[in-house]
């Protein structure tokens, strides 16, 4: 949690979507469906409209602001409301101002265009509201404490985490670097856009059960071997996300904007239970950039992917299931 030497709005902007459209390389308008942006995942998919040639996005923004903020007596004054968009991986930030709705109103409103050459993938969308305290001008008064993302690719506004699933053969894949693990089932490459899990068609039948969807003893072992998987890939996100943070003098280690922030905020709680995710990600990159108490996180990081991949559930099933065949065989 930051400290202001200042006074500020106590309650965070609360920040709405209402509308979004693409404006497609023949000039023509595509007005997107609601179901292009959801409030509950406060996510914005761009690629829902099945378009490969848009060229910018236009999203309809209301904010509004919490009690106090036009309080004749208020410690501001040349109150703004600022929309702002931020992408970690292109390194691209886009600001646009809203206007108040009704004089002395709390609500605000505008539009954001997104063009499309400056985002490969999900970006962050936030509110500040700003004002001049103590003849400072531009200190921030109020921000939304949850920011939405606008994905240019994806079809489904979830915030969920994202994965791409290949198949090779590692053995003699074209990627030299997968060559070096000939002999393990799949490896997850934390590093990519998205982050990226590469199955190896080498191992006998593994594709074949990983497609299966047999629902008796077939089925638990493949879900299962799901379980398994998704508890390595949330493991090695975590890692490439909390070895690549930001961090910002004075005030210690910032959350990613991307998909990696998703992450974080997702399984500190259960990394770092009882403190808010902000002291949380402070307490984990002390431990890993320090000299003690990074080897004794891994069982609480363990922990933490493998409730997210639900895998004590898959391996209560897998037991009930050769109980029940076991069983079976006896009568």
Partial sequence: MKIYPYKRLNRPVALRVTAVSLRLSDGTK????????????QTVALGIAGHTDWV?????????????????????????????LTDGETNVRTSTALTRDAEDGHDWSGTMEVLRDDHLGRASLAVHAVGTVDGVRGRSIAETDRSWLVDAV???????????????????????????????????????????VFV????????????????????????????????????????????????????????????????????????????????ALRQVHRRRTGDSGWAELQTRIHYAAARRADAGKAVAYAIRS???????SEA
Avoid at 169 to 182: G, Q
Avoid at 322 to 328: F, S
Wanted: charged share 20%; proline share 6%.
């Fill in 200 to 279: 190896n068609t080498d191992v006998e039948g593994i594709m074949g059960l990983l497609d299966s969807s047999g629902t008796g003893v077939e089925g638990k072992v493949r879900d299962l071997l799901v379980a398994q998987m998704a508890t390595d890939v949330w493991t090695a996100v975590f890692h490439g996300a909390i070895g690549d943070l930001e961090v910002e003098p004075g005030s210690g280690p910032v959350f990613p904007t991307d998909w990696q922030g998703e992450v974080l905020r997702e399984m500190l709680p259960d990394v770092v239970p009882g403190v808010h995710v902000e002291e």
């Fill in 56 to 84: 910018s996005a236009t999203i309809s923004l209301s904010a509004t602001l919490p009690p106090g903020a036009n309080a004749s007596d208020a410690a501001w004054t040349d109150l703004q409301v600022l929309a702002v």
């Fill in 30 to 41: 595509d007005q997107l469906e609601t179901t292009a942006y959801s409030t509950q995942q």
């Fill in 154 to 196: 994806s079809e489904e506004p979830v915030r969920g985490l994202q994965l791409d699933v290949q198949k090779a053969s590692f053995s003699r894949s074209t990627k030299e670097w997968l060559r070096a693990y000939a002999d393990v089932p799949w490896v997850v490459d934390p590093s990519a856009r998205v982050p990226t």
């Fill in 322 to 328: 050769l109980e029940q065949m076991n069983r079976g």
